[in-house]
């Protein structure tokens, strides 16, 4: 059986979580579940800024990304409902973690340190990963992502299970929080997370 949502999702799906968390993969089959369109943040990035994400942290630095990430998510958001991935830094950023909860549903996509490791070895092009210890690096991120993925309204494991599983438990956990009433107002972000996959109660 494939799983469907009950209703139309009220606002944008904004997929949060580190580097190789899935928001891509993941992101893509959601929205073709949900019958959405499915839109990368850091393509859009790229776009807007004719270059690509490494070249722009190599010529203006992180902060200068951050604020045109900020921009174009903010712009994103103000777009019918779709399924939005963003970059593992965007949900740092406190202008774009608002805009997020007001305009959108969050669902932080967690994953531990070896999985992470193993899928972005994968890929060459990851800027705060080009050093001697990416290991280090990415287990310093999660201490310092970690607790503020947390305010995500939704968390969900992707572990080592079949995209099609996650996305059943990212709409099983869409049903929870849209039956909450959180969904639809601005009550989103409350209470406390919901384990493996989970809406946040009302606190």
Same mark, same amino acid.
């Given at each position: 059986?494939?799983?469907?949502?009950?209703?139309?999702?009220?606002?944008?799906?904004?997929?949060?979580?580190?580097?190789?968390?899935?928001?891509?993969?993941?992101?893509?089959?959601?929205?073709?579940?949900?019958?959405?369109? !499915? $839109?990368?943040? *850091?393509?859009?990035?790229?776009?807007?800024?004719?270059?690509? $994400?490494?070249?722009? !942290?190599?010529?203006?630095?992180?902060?200068? !990304?951050?604020?045109?990430?900020?921009?174009?998510?903010?712009?994103?958001?103000?777009?019918?409902?779709?399924?939005?991935?963003?970059?593992?830094?965007? !949900?740092?950023?406190?202008?774009?973690?608002?805009? $997020?909860?007001?305009?959108?549903?969050? %669902?932080?996509?967690?994953?531990?340190? *070896?999985?992470?490791?193993?899928? %972005?070895?994968?890929?060459?092009?990851?800027?705060?990963?080009?050093?001697?210890?990416?290991?280090?690096?990415?287990?310093?991120?999660?201490?310092?992502?970690?607790?503020?993925?947390?305010?995500?309204?939704?968390?969900?494991?992707?572990? *080592?299970?079949?995209?099609?599983?996650? %996305?059943?438990?990212?709409?099983?956990?869409?049903?929870?929080?849209?039956?909450?009433?959180?969904?639809?107002?601005?009550?989103?972000?409350?209470?406390?997370?919901?384990?493996?996959?989970?809406?946040?109660?009302?606190?």
């Amino acid at each position: 059986m494939t799983l469907r949502l009950s209703v139309p999702a009220p606002k944008t799906i904004v997929l949060v979580g580190l580097m190789g968390a899935g928001k891509t993969s993941i992101g893509r089959l959601l929205a073709k579940r949900l019958d959405l369109e !499915f $839109i990368d943040a *850091d393509r859009e990035i790229e776009q807007a800024a004719q270059c690509s $994400i490494e070249q722009i !942290f190599e010529r203006h630095g992180e902060a200068e !990304f951050r604020d045109g990430e900020h921009r174009v998510i903010a712009r994103l958001l103000a777009a019918p409902a779709h399924v939005l991935a963003t970059g593992g830094g965007a !949900f740092m950023t406190k202008e774009t973690r608002d805009a $997020i909860r007001g305009r959108g549903i969050s %669902v932080w996509l967690r994953a531990d340190l *070896d999985l992470l490791l193993r899928r %972005v070895s994968r890929r060459k092009n990851r800027p705060l990963l080009r050093n001697k210890n990416p290991r280090q690096t990415l287990k310093k991120l999660m201490e310092e992502r970690y607790p503020v993925y947390a305010e995500a309204d939704i968390v969900v494991d992707s572990g *080592d299970k079949p995209p099609a599983t996650i %996305v059943d438990t990212v709409i099983e956990s869409l049903e929870t929080f849209l039956g909450s009433g959180l969904g639809s107002g601005l009550g989103s972000g409350l209470g406390a997370g919901a384990g493996s996959g989970g809406a946040k109660a009302a606190g």
